[in-house]
């Protein structure tokens, strides 16, 4: 039986890791996900794991830290947000690149400047082309799924990439909500032991690992970088169906929400979900075909299913917590109006809001507007605006 | 166990022939020595920020390291090597592996002194059972010769020109030796290529097998960025030690010992001349700019001197 218990996101998140008992943590500290090491180190103090808590000096050494632990044969994690993020942007590179399958726990926050402490996602999206596998939470119950899930698509000797799970900072990494937690023993056996095939400290068969890598061999290397990429895709829908038998727990690479019949679609990310879930509902007690699609995998990102699921509705309007000051939309928009284009379907109208950035406040009211909007296009057939911003004082 | 060359000469090289280093480098060759002072039943795990170390020991698909071996930056190799042995810690307890790995890092004085300082004190702070070894050639020579902070005074580099109006750089040299020393780690000491290599030798198996955090300051002569003659590497590297540019010397919890006092301590001009990045000093007017160059060598000598007790 499954434990029920009341939760904030970080805490379930620390408490994923201590079902999982890596062989070293390195974090350093930093709001949001401040308490994920907090609770964790006293996991550590408690004796009730078997961890190294390595508490560095910055993230560029935390991240510097797991990859010296994950190449060395160990299985590394962390916590981060924003700066934080920023300051491991060299390893991430390099982490994908050497091909260690770390797990790391990104809490969004607003990437400064200015210094803004609550929650976006230009965090993570600035890491999208990173080489990271990224997944995506609604709640924390999601938050928690997800990184029980994460070692087992990493590791994939398929995939061997590592992974981050995303969480909105404060929405649900500080919010309280219900969640049901597995048991110890279930986690220890969902998500197995760490053998890799090759690491620094087997003595028997000694390695090299981050070669200079010139013209006779950079690019192959990153063409099977790009491969595995690919076939994390597969993976994570089969990691996913197994801890769907083991819990009830669904999940995919989206969530559709109410979209069977719908005319106008919201597709967003992380907990602003649940406020478009919400109105929806709303609307459809009106009658309106309204529903949501929910990115839970942005990395690998599933183009041809998105733009498959996309193609029945009229109009669709892309939610993006980031902004990517290219004067053509936020990430997430580009990201699905390129899979649209390269399958070949230009029936859905399909328009861009950025929205909440710094922990603007997202109200129902802001999801209406959207809706509205949507509903008219799916009408008319008109579209005026391509590039908008929700809630921001012009 | 007393040192003995032959023995220790006859050890097999546990960095390879057929890397890629300069003839006349020192690196290399405190790289061999620092590694022949592992027991040879011991595994090591060795770390090397980006540097000439590394990219001309570690190009794929070859590699000269005949033990583990992992770069990851610039910056991050003291960062990198506290991860693999935190990993180490933990592995072992679980029983998923045995034997002793020994964990090493290599950085130059640009990876050390100046951008991995940072990973470089908060490894050591956190108390990682490691070594940390500078090969200190007193400038970034793998991207041109630019000046570091451990660049002497007055030094002609790439981004210090000795020029019409400017001799060269500006500033004395950081002592990063002392910097570690007040980390207050069990093991720090400073050395060089001297000899029959028993002052390096010696040092790298105490730093390798002391617990906990060990640092080791290696003067690593380089012939590009120097400019001398390539079969002087042991000639300019026992200079810097005769004129006490460059004592040798070792802090064993607190306690510092200096292991070499020259009976003729010679004049630092002795070291500067053989060097083509000095030469402008010895221009005729420049005499105040080696003078000023001696005073600062005899003040932190008898700074020294003081700090061992013998002053």
Redo the contacts between chains.
């Keep these: 039986m499954a434990i029920r218990e009341r939760l904030s996101g970080n805490e379930a998140t620390a408490i994923a890791m201590k079902q999982i008992n890596p062989d070293v943590v390195a974090a350093f500290p930093i709001t949001p996900s401040t308490e994920v090491p907090q609770y964790f180190a006293s996991f550590v103090a408690d004796g009730s794991v078997d961890t190294e808590f390595v508490a560095v000096e910055s993230e560029h050494s935390a991240m510097s830290a797991c990859i010296g632990a994950q190449a060395a044969g160990g299985r590394a994690m962390t916590a981060t947000s924003a700066n934080g993020l920023a300051l491991m942007w060299e390893l991430l590179y390099i982490a994908a690149s050497s091909r260690l399958p770390i797990v790391m726990a990104t809490i969004n926050r607003a990437l400064s400047g200015p210094i803004n402490i609550h929650n976006d996602h230009s965090d993570a999206m600035g890491a999208r082309d990173s080489g990271w596998i990224q997944l995506y939470s609604e709640t924390n119950q999601e938050a928690y799924d997800n990184m029980l899930m994460a070692h087992r698509i990493a590791e994939h000797p398929d995939v061997m990439l590592p992974l981050m799970v995303c969480q909105d900072g404060f929405i649900t990494s500080h919010a309280i909500e219900n969640i049901d937690l597995l048991e110890d023993d279930k986690v220890k056996a969902f998500v197995g032991e760490y053998n890799p095939e090759h690491y620094l400290l087997n003595k028997e068969n000694p390695i090299a690992v981050g070669p200079l890598d010139l013209q006779p061999y950079y690019f192959e290397h990153k063409k099977q970088q790009a491969e595995a990429m690919k076939n994390a895709k597969k993976v994570i829908l089969d990691v996913s169906e197994e801890f769907y038998k083991l819990t009830g727990r669904k999940y995919g690479l989206f969530e559709e929400y109410k979209t069977d019949d719908a005319d106008a679609v919201i597709v967003l990310i992380n907990s602003t979900a649940g406020t478009a879930k919400y109105v929806a509902d709303q609307y459809r007690a009106q009658g309106k075909k309204v529903g949501v699609i929910k990115i839970r995998v942005y990395r690998p990102f599933p183009v041809d299913e998105i733009a498959q699921a996309l193609s029945k509705f009229k109009a669709v309007a892309v939610l993006d917590k980031a902004d990517s000051f290219n004067a053509a939309g936020g990430p997430l928009f580009t990201d699905i109006t390129s899979a649209l284009y390269a399958k070949g379907i230009f029936g859905p109208k399909v328009i861009n809001y950025i929205y909440g950035l710094g922990g603007r406040d997202v109200r129902t009211n802001d999801i209406e507007v959207v809706y509205n909007k949507l509903l008219e296009i799916a009408e008319t057939g008109k579209l005026d605006s391509v590039y908008n911003y929700l809630g921001v004082r012009e | 166990m007393a040192y003995n060359v032959k023995e220790v000469a006859q050890k097999p090289d546990r960095l390879t022939g057929g890397h890629r280093m300069c003839a006349g480098c020192g690196a290399p060759v405190v790289v061999r020595n620092v590694l022949k002072a592992l027991k040879p039943e011991d ?1 090591a ?1 060795i ?1 090397s920020a980006t540097g000439c170390l ?2 001309s020991t ?4 070859y ?1 000269a ?9 610039f ?2 190799a003291a ?13 072992k ?2 029983g ?2 045995n ?1 002793e ?1 020994k964990f090493i890092a290599f950085g130059g004085d640009g990876g050390t002194y100046d951008i991995g300082l ?2 470089l ?3 050591m ?2 108390g990682h059972d490691m070594v940390y070894v500078c090969y200190d050639n007193g400038a970034y020579m793998n991207t041109g010769i630019q000046r570091s902070s451990a660049t002497p005074k007055y030094a002609d580099t790439t981004t210090s020109p000795a020029g019409k109006k400017i001799p060269g750089k500006l500033q004395p040299r950081k002592d990063l030796t002392e910097v570690m020393a007040n980390h207050h780690l069990p093991y720090v000491a400073q050395t060089a290529l001297i000899g029959n290599m028993k002052d390096l030798y010696e040092k790298s198996e105490k730093a390798i097998y002391t617990p906990g955090p060990a640092f080791l300051n290696v003067l690593a002569p380089c012939p590009r960025g120097w400019r001398y003659n390539t079969p002087d590497l042991m000639e300019v590297s026992k200079m810097a030690v005769e004129t006490c540019f460059w004592p040798l010397y070792e802090v064993i919890d607190g306690k510092y010992i200096i292991n070499y006092k020259p009976k003729n301590k010679l004049p630092v001009k002795e070291f500067l001349k053989m060097q083509g990045r000095f030469k402008h000093l010895f221009k005729a007017g420049n005499e105040h700019m080696l003078e000023e160059i001696q005073q600062e060598v005899d003040r932190r000598w008898e700074a020294l001197l003081r700090l061992a007790g013998e002053a």
């Design positions: 595994h795990v770390g590394e990219v570690f190009i794929y698909p590699t390291w005949t033990d583990s071996f992992i770069h990851n930056a910056e991050n960062a990198t090597i506290s991860g693999a042995e935190a990993a180490y810690v933990a592995m307890r679980k998923k592996i034997g790995t940072q990973s004190s908060g490894a702070e956190r």
